[in-house]
């Protein structure tokens, strides 16, 4: 009887284990890619201020513009990026369960 | 009067739903089965609740209005550290079934040792994180009632330990949940009326331009409890308990304790320990150096986005999740619930610059979220809204306060105690003498730190936290080769770097300012060296293990498989 994909994976075979490795980085680049682009954009954002002093003479509503950056948007931008990262990792997951056990 | 009401009613609020939850759960059926049941909104409520701490609610606005907004990097760090823990730990943790960090490093790693090395970091961070609890109580009790600071300190500790061992605050998510919508409607009421009372911001030229903060157009006349060490950034005359004085441009005076009376618009003299900013340079979010230089900016995002996933009551939360990808969408609903919360503190450190500007002299800038609704409106409105503060900066003590005391209880009496079976009655018993003895230490720190920012105390915990347990949890559930005594290695680097920075610069003072900056905030350098010691020593002691497969698949194969068995979790949570 040959075995399937689900006992090779308990079983911890070699076999098994390639496929186990494989989603795990999957996942592992799916989260890196998000801390890059958080990571770009909020890392960038303490010397983007002091390279750009300029930014301080322009206003929003009466608060200078570096204080607007860093007191509001990036919220948004974490969220934005959390709800499309939860969505592609439970994409990996729903393709490896069917590569487990194939839709019929 | 109005204000200790609203403040004993959270409190009894809190230990009686605390209490009732726990009863109601053991009568209908098991606590954590029960809490399966839970939506993701539910528990994302339940986690900002108890993760909002007195740094939040009181911490970032203070250190706002003292330092100026770099400050404001806090609450972005402070959240960001949940997309670090959605990213790379959420699921994978709750598949594994491991809802603290010594379950987690036992199961993961195999070794009891480690256990016991992991519960001493647990206390670490719990005592750096519990100390800024309490005194931001003893605080917020002395505005409100005009009592000594240990008051409020003892206090507090003595009811949330109380509280812990009675068996309340169990982790009840529906209490954490009540505590989030209490504070961030206690927060954000009064920010919203007082832009609304005051049209837009007063005075912009003391909170953005080119002015010193200035005593209000009517004088300002505060009374000091002690004598206090003050500059004056300008010449200014004064009176001190009715007698005139005046001092010149930049002196250094020590008032004595009395009743000090300054004209108006006269430039506010300030505390010993705080610099007198312009509104400008007050207004820049990051400097070429001092307080406010890159390298305390970067390593202060850097421990607080490593270090949220080690704190040890936030992990616990998400056993609640029925499995990894709920675990997952709960993470993305903390945001957004952090992200409303964190919208508020910003207002108030601002808007104190022009209303309170008697901070400044006494150097309590702590209590600005506390004084300010009273200061924009004389009478029963201010005190109404400043009850209403004071309400929510105590249900912030005792949720996080509780949180972490059935930690620090549940790691003394479970992992640190006599090891092995025990009746339950024992376990019981052992449980609540850790809860009451593990208050001692917090509480008497509480009393000596009373000099020390709330928001610098918050901080050096996301350090030693980002220095051990992050390095820990990462590399344990993404990289296979991990070995224990590499994980107790980094561990322990990770942990002397960290404290050992910290207290070497509460010992020395004024070097140079980037040293000074990475002494204050140490991440930087003790989150690399963490992982590099755990790397390099696992390759080194890791030849020739077998893989860890089951390990792996229990962390990160889908659910729905027959394959997700847990592999920690034992245990339930005390």
């Known amino acids: ?104 | 009067m109005i204000a200790l009401g609203a403040i004993l009613a959270v409190t009894g609020a809190t230990i009686g739903l605390g209490l009732y939850g726990v009863r109601l759960a053991r009568t209908t059926s098991d606590l954590f089965v029960a809490s399966r049941a839970i939506t993701p909104w539910w528990n994302a409520a339940a986690i900002s609740g108890e993760y909002l701490s007195a740094a939040s609610f009181l911490g970032i606005a203070g250190l706002q209005m003292k330092l100026g907004s770099v400050a404001l990097w806090l609450p972005l760090g402070f959240t960001a550290g949940y997309l670090a823990l959605l990213l790379f730990v959420a699921a994978p943790l709750r598949r594994f079934g491991a809802y603290t960090i010594s379950d987690f490093a036992e199961a993961r790693l195999g070794s009891p040792r480690l256990r016991v090395l992991a519960a001493w970091v647990v206390l670490g961070i719990a005592g750096f994180y519990l100390v800024p609890q309490l005194k931001g109580a003893g605080l917020t009790l002395g505005e409100v009632t005009g009592a000594p600071y240990w008051v409020g300190v003892v206090a507090v500790g003595a009811v949330v330990a109380l509280n812990v061992a009675a068996g309340g605050m169990r982790g009840i998510t529906y209490v954490q949940a009540f505590q989030y919508w209490t504070k961030t409607f206690a927060i954000a009421l009064p920010a919203c009326l007082l832009l609304i009372h005051l049209g837009g911001l007063p005075e912009r030229a003391a909170m953005f331009g080119r002015e010193l903060p200035r005593a209000p157009a009517s004088g300002l006349v505060v009374e000091l409890a002690e004598p206090q060490r003050v500059t004056f950034p300008a010449a200014t005359d004064y009176a001190v308990n009715g007698t005139p004085a005046r001092a010149s441009e930049g002196e250094e005076r020590t008032l004595p304790s009395g009743e000090i009376a300054l004209p108006g618009r006269a430039v506010v003299p300030v505390a010993d320990g705080i610099d007198a900013q312009r509104g400008e340079d007050w207004a820049r979010p990051v400097d070429d150096s001092g307080p406010t230089s890159l390298v305390f900016v970067y390593s202060l995002l850097l421990a607080t986005f490593l270090g949220t996933m080690g704190l040890p009551h936030i992990l616990v939360r998400f056993y609640t999740n029925p499995d990894g990808p709920a675990a997952r969408r709960t993470t993305v609903r903390v945001l957004g619930l952090l992200a409303m919360f964190y919208a508020f503190p910003v207002v108030y450190g601002a808007l104190g610059r022009v209303l309170v500007p008697e901070l400044y002299l006494t150097g309590a800038t702590d209590s600005v979220v506390l004084r300010l609704p009273e200061a924009a409106w004389p009478g029963l409105g201010g005190e109404l809204l400043g009850a209403l503060v004071a309400a929510g900066a105590f249900a912030a003590f005792m949720s996080t306060a509780s949180g972490l005391m059935v930690s620090v209880a549940g790691t003394i009496s479970f992992d640190l105690w006599r090891r092995g079976a025990a009746p339950v009655d024992v376990r019981r018993r052992r449980f609540r003498l850790s809860a009451l003895a593990g208050m001692l230490a917090p509480v008497v720190l509480a009393l000596v730190a009373r000099g020390l920012d709330i928001s610098v105390l918050v901080g050096w915990a996301f350090a030693l936290a980002a220095s051990t347990f992050c390095p820990l949890l990462l590399l344990g559930i993404w990289w296979e080769r991990l070995t224990a005594r590499g994980a107790a290695a980094g561990l322990m680097a990770g942990a002397v770097a960290a404290t050992g920075a910290i207290f070497a610069g509460l010992a020395i003072d004024d070097t140079h300012p980037t040293i000074d900056a990475l002494l204050t905030q140490p991440a930087v350098i003790s989150v690399p060296l963490s992982f590099a010691v755990m790397v390099l020593v696992s390759l080194r002691t890791g030849v020739g293990r077998p893989a860890a497969d089951a390990e792996l698949l229990a962390l990160h194969a889908p659910e729905g498989l027959g394959l997700d068995e847990p592999v920690a979790g034992q245990r339930a949570p005390a």
């Open chain 1, 1 to 104: 009887m040959r075995r399937t994909l689900r006992d090779e994976l308990a079983e911890s075979t070699p076999h098994g284990g390639l496929y186990l490795r494989r989603l795990i980085r999957a996942q592992l680049s799916l989260s890196l890619v998000a801390l890059v682009a958080f990571g770009g954009i909020v890392g960038a954002l303490p010397l983007a201020l002091l390279l750009l002093p300029g930014l301080e003479d322009v206003a929003v509503l009466g608060i200078p513009l570096p204080i607007v950056i860093i007191a509001w948007p990036p919220f948004l931008l974490f969220i934005a990026i959390a709800a499309i990262y939860a969505r592609r990792a439970a994409a990996l997951e729903e393709s490896f369960r069917d590569l487990v056990e194939p839709p019929r």
